[in-house]
């Protein structure tokens, strides 16, 4: 179900990727074709590279095998029986599979869910990159002061900046009085179903873009300087070095962070709770809310009911996921 | 103390023909003294090792942590019988903690069940019945109005603690008589209600809170529900959803006025059971649990003579009518605990022994709790006498608690259904007869799929 | 000179937008800082302040004599430590076996190990704890630690950048007959001390900010993790706000102290430059 890795074979260094990218745009400087790295060939490995792939794995493969996929494969089981523990479970097959499929509150989760991703991941990565690239322009000691600062919002629990938010959407509170600046008249954040999850995305994008930022510095600062200071000669200004260089050349890391990123966002779960109980009117419920509510009732058809929607939700993730992955790839394939 | 010891002496004497070897957790020879009679306080219970008990108490306010792990503590140095293990387990995790504990046999011997998941767990076969362990007398100690609540087929499943009526109106009464409004004849309807809020509110303080998200509508307008129409919106046998009710669309109108007129807050910074805006004056009235009077009286004591709680208005002014369901805890004994005997000989101590092991509970809660023992009331009596003045507290206890009826014991999905209905009603995301039409197509299909027809427990 | 003109102003922009951002980043750490000097009603109340009207210093010195607070600030250190040395460890070297060698069934285990990415935690949560408890896990430090150590997100990252590293230098190394462990221990890891940083940063958070599985697995006041114990001062009935917050700033001050330490590694690697 996840797509294949992009193998050995058809890897190449991003230096190259990006020569090849400029070259489409006609505006490639000598220099940089030939620092590119030369893609590779290969082949499958000997045995003593096998032998060491294993090894290497091992530790990694054994460790989700136990903890992640025995769980997995017991929760697959646990979905078919309907059960407390006290009397003997009842085999109830794929019915709780049709019962979530078939309750309108799974489909209207997952579409909260995908509107918050939407919001959160993109709008994360933009401001994580116009901060990354700032840093990056700064001298050493204000570049360690602002790695510490955008850092700082992460060690926030999300119980507390769920009080902090509540207080600043509340009816006096302080983003209506910013509104109140300039003229507008007070806004029902949390009670309006439009503007409650661009309202908890805002902490949501602010809690995550510590790691965001620092990820995408870790990125910019692969790109070797020669690449950006080529480009500066050419004339090229911030928005189209961005645009041409830095975003291809960060392609592998941008990759990481939607993934990751949609996923994390899909399940998010704690900030809707806190801030807006997934109100109103289910505006909010995402699908791990969705999930967390149904699990409130402690009857054994509650805990089949929500473990059998996470696992849908787990194919879901999957399914999304894999779907970027090959967008990506199909994308590399025209590229190369 | 020497009671309590004696009480437990009287229990594990009373709870079965063998003999307190049985307390040696296995050690073979017997080396426990044998209960010879059951003659209270006559025995003195000597173990050579103690069994251990697990006992997990969901979090509720700090007092009441306090308050178990003193008297766990009392227990454990009372004998050498039983070792209670506790633990304070948040509420929030409550349930993924115990299942996942029940999943792999870890499970506790004693834990605080609420009175709305007994009879559920009982049809599970959760607990085990406290009849064969506890005294008759501890059962008989009951107040009648509690003790349906956790008896099914004639027999106790849990021994209840306290009852906390869930649904109180409280006043400000500074504000009220700044509005030119009299506390003293607080608002008896529903459009009384409408006008005090609406009079009440000016400026940045809004006339009334309430709950406003599906989750807590859920439970706290159970009473509302009830007092409206008479009834919960599914039929008697579980058989079918009566959501359509008009009864139903007039308490989705009470809650509509005051939301879309602006007369509570569009965006409440915390939710239902948290009192910190009436605690801060930025409301004027809130309904809230009784609960919310000991928040006041630890938090904000200042602000205890200036409120007054009142039964939340009935829809046509009807006095002495249910407006409230009782919400509370019980100790529950597990139906696979492997020392079922000591667990119960725990429960009995701590609930149903010394009344004045409870008494010290309810003082600790500055009285926003109630007394499920007739015991327990004449031991406040004797000890706080004061008690008897606060008005409040009276209110409470005579025109709520004594009307207050069970939480409904139906699977959580159906209050939510008409938690969320009252919602999209109330913020106008749908209209009120199409809320309600929703909540009951989920109701219906609640029964189905959890087969609830004629299921419903019948004490 | 007007060179020296321009880049003044560059600097003069700079800072106005560092303190600017700096600011919006720091705001709410001030507040919940300044919260914990609050009266509990206080941190709630309209209009907005970050000062406190009263301050109330107990809220943080009674933190430093609740012993049960400071074991778990401490304890859950040492497990976020061991805990982030281990995820090191395993997501490294998977990540380069995915990133750079080739064996015919790679395919499939990548599918395995990236799988777990899209395990919803809320799945796996009973049926993890009843693998722990038939492991006889329950109430170790390891129960904390091992079950997370493996983990997907973190693997795929160095992935991702290990892919970026330039094969020459790693062709070169092997002409010179290193083996693939050399590769690893001496090219690999000694160039991504900026992502094994931000990888160990994640999975330091990630430990210290689990709530459930402690609170699931944990039954030993003595190795009390520190959001279930955060937790203590939160129920839906009124939380202890100032103390809430008091006691979070406390608990975030390791955390950023880490951070001062090792911010100064995210840098540019020396590889690129080391191989024009």
Same mark, same amino acid.
């Given at each position: 179900m996840t797509p294949e890795p992009m193998k050995g074979s058809d890897m190449k260094a991003p230096a190259t990727e990006a020569a090849t990218h400029r070259e489409r745009q006609g505006s490639v400087t000598a220099k940089l074709g030939e620092t590119a790295p030369p893609a590779r060939e290969k082949r499958a490995g000997s045995r003593e590279e096998r032998r060491t792939a294993y090894l290497m794995l091992a530790p990694m493969m054994v460790l989700l095998a136990i903890f992640v996929i025995w769980p997995l494969i017991f929760a697959f089981r646990q979905s078919m029986y309907q059960g407390n523990f006290y009397k003997p479970p009842v085999f109830v097959g794929l019915d709780f599979y049709k019962y979530v499929l078939t309750d309108p509150g799974f489909y209207q989760s997952l579409k909260v869910g995908a509107y918050y991703a939407v919001i959160v991941v993109p709008g994360g990565m933009l401001i994580a990159l116009l901060i990354a690239s700032f840093i990056k322009t700064l001298g050493s000691r204000m570049a360690s002061f602002m790695k510490t600062t955008v850092y700082l919002p992460t060690v926030v629990s999300a119980v507390i900046a769920s009080v902090l938010f509540k207080i600043i959407y509340a009816d006096q509170g302080l983003a209506n009085w910013v509104l109140s600046l300039i003229n507008v008249a007070p806004k029902n954040f949390l009670g309006s179903p439009t503007m409650v999850i661009p309202a908890v995305a805002v902490p949501g994008i602010w809690l995550g873009l510590g790691i965001t930022t620092l990820i995408m510095l870790a990125g910019l600062l692969d790109i070797p300087d020669s690449y950006i200071e080529s480009a500066q000669l050419d004339g090229a200004g911030f928005l189209k070095r961005t645009w041409y260089i830095t975003l291809p050349l960060l392609r592998n890391v941008l990759l990481y962070l939607f993934v990751t990123g949609i996923v994390a966002a899909f399940q998010e779960f704690l900030l809707p709770l806190l801030? #807006?109980?997934?109100?109103?009117?289910? #505006?909010? @419920? @995402?699908p791990n809310l969705y999930i967390f509510n149904q699990f409130r009732a402690a009857t054994p058809y509650a805990m089949t009911f929500s473990i059998t929607a996470s696992l849908l939700l787990f194919i879901v993730l999957g399914t999304v996921s894999a779907l970027v992955f090959r967008l990506i790839r199909s994308e590399k394939a025209v590229d190369a | 103390m020497r009671r309590g010891k004696g009480l437990i002496a009287l229990t594990l004497a009373a709870a079965s023909a063998v003999s307190l070897a049985a307390c040696g957790s296995g050690?073979?020879? =017997?080396t426990g003294t044998p209960a010879a009679s059951g003659t209270p306080g006559a025995v003195e219970t000597g173990c050579s090792s103690a069994t251990t008990v697990t006992f997990w108490q969901q979090k509720f306010e700090d007092y009441q942590q306090a308050w178990y792990k003193k008297y766990v503590a009392q227990f454990n140095a009372s004998q050498n019988c039983v070792n209670v293990v506790y633990q304070v387990v948040p509420g929030d995790t409550w349930t993924q903690k115990l299942q996942a504990a029940q999943a792999a046999g870890t499970q506790p011997d004693v834990v605080t069940t609420n009175y709305g998941n007994i009879k559920p767990g009982v049809a599970q076969g959760q607990f085990s019945a406290l009849d064969d362990y506890l005294p008759a007398s501890a059962f008989a100690d009951i107040k009648s109005n509690v003790a349906p609540f956790v008896t099914q087929n004639g027999k106790h499943w849990g021994y209840p603690m306290l009852v906390e009526p869930s649904t109180v109106l409280y006043i400000n009464t500074d504000l009220a008589k700044a509005a030119g409004l009299d506390p003293a004849s607080p608002p008896k309807t529903w459009n009384d209600l409408i006008d005090w809020a609406t009079k009440l509110t000016s400026g940045n303080v809004k006339g009334i809170t309430i709950a406003s998200v599906a989750a807590d509508l859920g439970w706290s307008s159970w009473g509302l529900q009830y007092n409206s129409c008479g009834h919960f919106p599914i039929t008697d046998d579980w058989s079918a959803g009566r959501a359509t009710e008009s009864c139903f669309a007039d308490l989705v109108g009470l809650y509509k006025t005051l939301y879309q007129n602006k007369l509570m807050p569009q965006n409440p910074k915390t939710g239902y059971a948290d009192a910190t805006p009436y605690m801060n004056g930025e409301v004027a009235m809130m309904v809230d649990g009784s609960w919310a009077l000991g928040a006041i009286k630890q938090t904000k004591p200042d602000l205890l003579p200036k409120t007054v709680a009142v039964p939340f208005p009935t829809k046509d002014g =009807?006095? =002495?009518?249910?407006t409230a369901t009782l919400g509370g805890w019980t100790l529950t004994l597990d139906a696979k605990s492997k020392h079922p005997k000591e667990a119960a000989a725990f429960i009995s101590y701590l609930a149903a022994g010394d009344p004045n092991i409870m008494a010290d509970f309810f003082k600790q809660a500055g009285y926003s709790k109630y007394t499920t023992r007739t015991s327990v009331d004449q031991a406040i009596a004797t000890n706080d006498p004061s008690t008897k003045q606060d008005a409040n507290m009276k209110t409470i206890s005579e025109d709520i608690v004594a009307h207050g009826i069970a939480e409904p014991?139906?699977?959580w999905d159906i209050s939510l259904a008409m938690g969320t209905a009252i919602e999209a009603g109330m913020k106008g995301t749908a209209s009120v007869d199409a809320a309600l039409k929703t909540a009951n197509d989920s109701i219906n299909s609640t029964i189905q799929k959890q087969q609830l027809k004629g299921t419903a427990p019948q004490s | 000179m007007p060179e020296m003109t321009r880049s003044r102003r560059t600097l003069v922009v700079k800072w106005v937008l560092l303190v600017l951002i700096a600011f919006s980043l720091v705001l709410p750490l001030a507040w919940m800082a300044l919260s914990g000097f609050k009266r509990d009603s206080d941190v709630l109340k309209s209009p907005f302040s970050l000062l406190p009207e009263v301050w109330q210093w107990q809220n943080y010195t009674a933190m430093f004599h609740d012993s049960p607070y400071m074991t778990a600030v401490g304890l859950t250190m040492l497990g976020a430590l061991i805990f982030t040395g281990l995820s090191l460890v395993v997501n490294s070297m998977a990540a380069y076996v995915f990133a750079r060698l080739d064996f015919g069934l790679k395919r499939y285990f990548w599918v395995f190990c990236i799988m777990p990415m899209f395990v919803p935690g809320m799945s796996i949560l009973i049926t993890s704890f009843v693998v722990v408890s038939k492991l006889h896990?329950?109430?170790?430090?390891a129960v904390l630690i091992v079950p997370g150590v493996a983990a997907a997100g973190q693997m795929f990252f160095m992935r991702q950048f290990f892919l970026a590293m330039p094969i020459a230098v790693e062709d070169a190394a092997r002409i010179d007959g290193c083996s693939r462990w050399t590769i690893f221990l001496r090219i690999f890891v000694p160039n991504s001390t900026a992502v094994f940083v931000v990888v160990g940063i994640t999975s330091y958070m990630a430990y210290w900010n689990a709530y459930v599985w402690p609170i699931l697995t944990i039954s030993n006041p003595t190795l009390q993790q520190i959001m279930p114990v955060l937790a203590n001062f939160v129920d839906d009935r009124g939380p202890q706000y100032g103390q809430l917050m008091a006691a979070s700033t406390l608990a975030a001050l390791p955390t950023i102290v880490l951070l001062l330490v090792f911010?100064?590694?995210?840098?540019?690697?020396?590889r690129l430059s080391g191989i024009k």
């Open positions: 801030i #807006a109980n997934g109100g109103p009117v289910n #505006a909010s @419920t @995402t | 050690s073979a020879g =017997g =009807g006095t =002495g009518e249910t014991q139906y699977p | 896990m329950l109430n170790t430090l911010q100064r590694y995210i840098v540019a690697g020396v």
